[in-house]
């Protein structure tokens, strides 16, 4: 069991990638121009609510680093986080609950969901995250006790 320090808390933002493009090289797949504005619509609404201190990974797939762009601020790739990663995974990367801090992670179905579910009701199921849509997760320690809560988890046409 991880011990955190009493009144900490970590911000995990999950931004699933906007609508791609149908291809066979699926590292190689493009936003559509539904997607690009799918991104746009919510870079600016993170932009205008995002946490001090927001650190950024992107998968290095085409249509995720796309999607990032949208927001006009520094990001790394991460092999970690692309096409098949596991809930773990995202985790590690993050350094999910104990760095602290804010972490956005632009990725893909279903670990996405799957960390969602694993995060919020304890166990991985498969939870959906939609094309472009956020959640916005924190971890907070009060009186010993960690607690995880959604903060927010918008679709991609509600940022439109």
Known sequence: MVRL????????????????????????????????????????????????????????SLRTVQTAEALGLPFETSERIGPGASTADLIAAAGWP?????????GHQPTLGRLAALLLAGRVAEWTIRRGALWWLRNQVRTGESQTMLRAALPSEWAL
């Open 5 to 60: 320090p009493e009144d900490s808390s970590m911000d995990l933002l999950l931004w699933r990638h906007a609508e791609a493009e149908d291809g066979l090289d699926d590292m190689k797949r493009r936003l559509s121009e539904n997607g690009r504005q799918q991104a746009q619509a919510m870079a600016a609404w993170i932009r205008a609510h995002r946490p001090d201190g927001l650190r950024i990974i992107a998968s290095p």
């Open 98 to 106: 104990t760095a602290g801090g804010a972490v956005l992670i632009v």
